[in-house]
């Protein structure tokens, strides 16, 4: 008697990955990807001096969850 059950192998996780970044870009070039592309916020540029530090919401999520 053959065992049919599928064993997990390298070879199909690399597959799937590829076929969901695959998906993943089908989705940003379709037609009503540009409400989507307006959800995501562009990154604040680097400032000229250093000292990049910036209270973001995600610094204040940090702040919110480190609390004692």
């Known amino acids: 008697m053959q065992d049919t059950s ?3 192998s ?16 089908a989705m940003v070039a379709l037609p009503g990807a540009p409400a989507l592309q307006a ?3 562009a990154p604040k540029p680097a ?6 530090y910036s209270l973001s919401e995600h610094v204040k999520r940090y702040y919110k969850t480190a609390r004692l």
Request: no cysteine; charged share 20%.
């Open 6 to 8: 599928l064993k997990p």
């Open 10 to 25: 390298r070879r199909g996780f690399f597959f799937g990955a590829a076929a969901t970044g695959a998906a993943a870009a």
């Open 39 to 41: 959800a995501v916020q």
């Open 47 to 52: 400032p000229e001096k250093g000292g990049g």
